[in-house]
Nanobody, 114 residues
Framework: QVQLVESGGGSVQPGGSGRLSCTAS?????????MLWYRQAPGKERELVAS????????NYGDSVQGRFTISRVNAKNTVYLQMDDLKPEDTAVYYC??????WGQGTQVTVSS
């Protein structure tokens, strides 16, 4: 049974940084799985934040986070990260880790406020 567990959420001031982690278990071969980060703000639809290929060589970002967020992974640790810089109040949301196979984590809250 696949499990994705996010951590690292919390409250940050505008302009600050934070890093989310997602640790996976239950995959036969985590290193072969495309991983993604999504987010959902109150009253809004869930949006794709970033994705990363199995080897980490190819990444894609949503327009709203391009240039500020960085997705990465360490396959030896079954973990994918989301580095968030220059955070803005509009980045406030629940952030979810997901696999390309449709597995989802429980989400972690990120709040950007002064």
């Amino acid at each position: 049974q696949v499990q994705l567990v996010e951590s690292g959420g919390g409250s940050v001031q505008p302009g600050g940084s934070g890093r989310l982690s997602c640790t996976a278990s239950g995959f036969t071969e985590f290193s072969s799985v495309v991983m993604l980060w999504y987010r959902q703000a109150p009253g809004k639809e869930r949006e794709l934040v970033a994705s990363i290929t199995w080897d980490g060589r190819n990444t894609n970002y949503g327009d709203s986070v391009q240039g500020r967020f960085t997705i990465s992974r360490v396959n030896a640790k079954n973990t994918v990260y989301l580095q968030m810089d220059d955070l803005k109040p509009e980045d406030t949301a629940v952030y979810y880790c997901a696999s390309a196979y449709g597995h989802w984590g429980q989400g972690t809250q990120v709040t950007v406020s002064s």
